[in-house]
């Protein structure tokens, strides 16, 4: 008897490896914002953020095949490509964040952020929301609340109420900014009283994990203040907003209005070479390097930074962020002009959306969601879910990706809500 692929996996990988889809996907090509399966099928891509400037950008390809035939070592010698990287994309942030460490993921960028805010404030205790994933280190992965650690979470791990656009925390749209400021400031409260002090917090600026809520600039001005006023450090993890993707602005902290002490950077940066890394200030970084001995083997290789290098260039040349406003903005039309009664809320910013699907009584609704994503999978559009009760379709598309394309997946999605049965 032939070995499905599945099996093959379970055999070579162990149970339990995540996939997408009950039926996954065999991709073996992709170009642009297009993938193609074993049999020669497209899919057009809306959930990848990782090849940011399309599937195997020429350009990404060329600089990394260009510079794997040159040299490639790591930063224990010297070489400018690293310079001239971390000069070009520090230049894109502001807040005096000029120095940066380079990485390999975001999760080890996390890590790294954690010790810095441990370094700087000499605490231990930190903060992140209870709906949120920040990696799968030891210490990321404390932060996240869908597989709690074995023996329940550290002392010094406070995760407090995530925000949402549809049922907002303390009741309103205009209370929530305060009422998160509030769940903060209780959980420092907490800290100092159990003995770890605070340290910081880490968070998304755009919640993205949390189920992507609609909040305006300036929602997180009150918790910065908190944590500013009692000594915290300002974590942003930029690994899935940055890079221009929210459209308006190429960081999601500027977008909303606020000035992170440390950045993290991951995902979209080397377009699928492995390529993350942390910006921090000065005074930051110098409070790290002074705590820890810090050496990365793979990270900010020449080749890492070659990748990098030509990801910005592309984003400039092909005017990738403006395009991400434009045919985000088309695109969120499309899924707002919907109409379906168990949709609750489109809401996106740049290429970036989330629509929450509700049953009739309020709950949600997951299964619904879960058929959804796998319907358009079989229509050949790959998109999929989030939310604390996964019923958040989620689109995150590479950064090419127009107002066709756009138009494309709204009509499937139009189809396939209209048709499926939508009962829980
Ligand atoms: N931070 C956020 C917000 C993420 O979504 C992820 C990955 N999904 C990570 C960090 C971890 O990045 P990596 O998988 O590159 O370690």
């Given at each position: 008897m032939t070995e499905t692929l599945a099996e093959r996996r379970a055999r070579?990988?162990?149970?339990?490896?995540p996939t997408f889809y009950d039926d996954p996907v065999h991709i073996v090509r992709g170009e642009g914002v297009w993938l193609w399966d074993n049999h020669g099928r497209r899919y057009l891509d809306c959930y990848n953020n990782v090849p940011h400037v399309g599937h195997c950008h020429p350009k990404v390809v060329e600089a990394v095949c260009r510079q794997s035939a040159r040299l490639n070592t790591h930063t224990r010698y010297h070489h400018t490509l690293i310079l001239d990287y971390i000069e070009r994309l520090t230049a894109?942030?502001?807040?005096?964040?000029s120095q940066m460490i380079l990485t390999c993921t975001g999760s080890e960028a996390n890590d790294v952020a954690l010790r810095m805010a441990q370094a700087v404030t000499g605490k231990r205790g930190i903060i992140a929301t209870d709906n949120t994933y920040h990696g799968n280190t030891l210490a990321t992965s404390q932060l996240s609340t869908r597989r709690p650690p074995i023996g329940g979470y550290p002392g010094h791990v406070r995760l407090v109420p995530a925000p949402s656009s549809t049922d907002p925390l303390g009741g309103s749209a205009e209370a929530q900014p305060q009422a998160f400021a509030d769940g903060i400031a209780r959980a420092i409260a907490e800290l100092e009283a159990e003995g770890s002090g605070f340290s910081g917090m880490m968070l998304c600026p755009a919640f993205a994990n949390e189920g992507l809520p609609a909040l305006a600039s300036g929602f997180f001005d009150p918790a910065a203040e908190v944590i500013r006023r009692a000594g915290g450090v300002i974590l942003c993890d930029?690994?899935?907003?940055?890079?221009?993707?929210?459209?308006?602005?190429?960081w999601g902290h500027d977008r909303m209005g606020f000035a992170p002490d440390v950045v993290t950077l991951g995902k979209p940066m080397g377009n699928g070479y492995p390529l993350a890394g942390v910006a921090a200030r000065p005074d930051v970084m110098a409070a790290f390097r002074g705590a820890f001995g810090y050496f990365n083997t793979f990270g900010g290789n020449p080749v890492a930074c070659a990748a990098g290098m030509a990801v910005l260039d592309v984003i400039e040349e092909e005017g990738l962020m403006a395009n991400a406003a434009a045919a985000g903005a088309h695109a969120l039309d499309r899924l707002e002009e919907i109409s379906h009664p168990l949709i609750a809320e489109a809401r996106g910013t740049g290429l970036f959306f989330g629509l929450e699907l509700v049953l009739p009584d309020g709950a949600p609704a997951t299964r619904f969601a879960a058929a959804v994503a796998e319907q358009m999978r079989h229509r050949g559009v790959l998109l999929n879910r989030i939310g604390r009760e996964m019923n958040i379709l989620k689109m995150r598309p590479p950064m090419p990706f127009t107002a066709e394309h756009a138009d494309i997946a709204a009509n499937v999605l139009g189809e396939v809500l209209a048709e499926l049965p939508h009962d829980g």
């Open positions: 070579l990988m162990g149970p339990n490896v894109t942030m502001g807040h005096g964040l930029e690994v899935q907003p940055g890079f221009g993707r929210l459209g308006s602005h190429f």
